[in-house]
C-alpha cells in the first residue's frame, strides 16, 4: 500500500512539474527580439572632443528609450549583417559601422548592419530639417538671413545678411553644397535654432524614427544627438516623395541670385556619384569628427529604385562613396534574385508630436507616459514564474493529502 502511494506521488508530481515547464518556459525562457544588447544600441559611441558638452546648468540628455520590438521587423533587431537566406557575399571595402540597404519603391530592406546602432548624422540631418521645410514653408516664400545666419560655422554656401532668397533657392544651398548658414536660416525661418531642433524631433517621432533625436538643425554635433542607419533610412525615404527635395538631391549644379550686394553663388552638388553612377537620383553627404563619413544615396535602374545609407565609415582604403556605389550593386543585384527582403521600412509613429524630445533633449509628461508603456510589467516574468510554483506545490500538497488520507481508509 505504501508503494501505491509513493507512485502515485511521483505521478502526480511529474505531471505537475511537466505542466508547470509547459507554461513557465515560454514566458521564463523566450528572448525578446532585441534583447542582444548590440553595440551602440541606446547611444553613439563617446564623443572626441567637447562639442556635445551641454550648456552650463543644464543635464547631459538621457539617452532615447530602445523600442521593447525592433522597428521594421524582427531581423532588424541583430547585430552584424543581415542578409536574405542563401545571398551572395558583400562586397569588400567596408569601413562602415551600420548600413541599411532598402527599396525606395516598395520600402523593402534588402540587406542591413546593425541597421538600428545609434550613431551621429553629421549633414545627414539636413535630410530631416528639409522634411520640415517642405512640410512648413511654401518654395517662393521670401527667407531674409540674419547677420548671425551668414556666420555659421562653415561649410558654408555664402548668403548675405539682409538678402532676399526664396525657400527653394535656399533649399537648393542646404541638400546640394550643405551649407550650414542655410540651415541656420531656416532654423530662423521656423521660429529659432531650439524651435526648429523641436520640429525636426517632432518629425522623427511623427514618421516613426524612433532612434533619432537632433540637437542642431545643421548636424553639428550637440548633446544628445542621435540616429541610426534605418531611421536615416526612413527619413530619405519618405523625403524623396516630395518633389521639392527629390529635385534639390538631384541636381547638379545651380545659381542662387545676386543678393544684398552679394554676387550670384554658383553651387555644385558635392555627391560624387551624381553623374557618376548610373541612373543615380541624388543624395546627402556628412561628416564630422564624432560621426566619422556618414552618406545616403539613391539609384534607379530597370525600373528598381534602391538607397544606400551608410554611418561611421572611413574614406581608406575605400571612398565612402565607392562602398555606396557598391552596395547598390549588391542591392540590384539583390533585386534580380527576389530575394526575401530582411525586413521594412516602417511608417508606424513612434509617438505623438508633443511626446519628442525638445531642443534640450527633454520629454513631455506624454513621451515619459508613451516610454513606459513599453517597459514590461513591473511583476515581470520571474514573479509570474513564483506564482506558478508556489500554486502547484499548493496543488501537490492537496493532492496527496488526499492519496495519504486514501492509503489511510
Known sequence: MHNAFSRSRRAVTTALAAGLLAVATPAAFAMPAQAQQCAGQSAPPPPVDTSEHPKPGLPAPAALPVPAQPVGGPRLGGCGTILPDGAPALPDGDT?????????????????????????????????????????????????????????????????????YTVDQLLHG???????????????????????????????????????????????????????????????????????????????????????G????????????????????GGKTGFTDDARHTYVGGAERDGHRLAIVIMRAEQRPTRVVDQAAKLLDYGFGLESTQAAPVGKIDYQPSATASDAPDAQGNVSPAGETSASAEKPDAFGVTGWVLTLIVAAVIVAGLVIGYQRKRVRS
Open 174 to 260: 542646404l541638400l546640394m553644397h550643405s551649407g550650414n548658414d542655410v540651415a541656420h536660416a531656416f532654423a530662423t525661418a521656423l521660429g529659432g535654432v531650439d524651435g526648429a531642433v523641436t520640429k525636426m524631433n517632432q518629425m522623427a517621432a511623427r514618421i516613426g524614427a524612433t532612434d533619432t533625436r537632433a540637437a542642431t538643425p545643421s548636424g553639428l554635433d550637440g548633446p544628445g544627438m542621435s540616429t541610426s542607419a534605418y531611421d536615416l533610412s526612413l527619413v530619405f525615404h519618405y523625403a524623396m516623395k516630395k518633389p521639392e527635395f527629390a529635385q534639390a538631391v538631384a541636381t547638379k549644379s545651380y545659381t542662387i541670385p545676386a543678393a544684398a
Open 96 to 164: 562602415s559601422a551600420s548600413w541599411v540597404l532598402q527599396d525606395l519603391d516598395t520600402g523593402s530592406v534588402l540587406a542591413a548592419k546593425d541597421p538600428h546602432a545609434r550613431e551621429r548624422p553629421a549633414s545627414l540631418i539636413k535630410t530631416l530639417l528639409a522634411l520640415v521645410v517642405v512640410s512648413e514653408l511654401k518654395p517662393d516664400q521670401i527667407v531674409v538671413p540674419t547677420k548671425e545666419d551668414a556666420e555659421q560655422e562653415c561649410t558654408c554656401v555664402g548668403i548675405a545678411a539682409g538678402g532676399q
Open 262 to 281: 552679394k554676387p550670384a553663388i554658383p553651387v555644385f552638388n558635392d555627391n560624387k556619384l551624381l553623374g557618376a553612377y548610373p541612373g543615380f537620383l
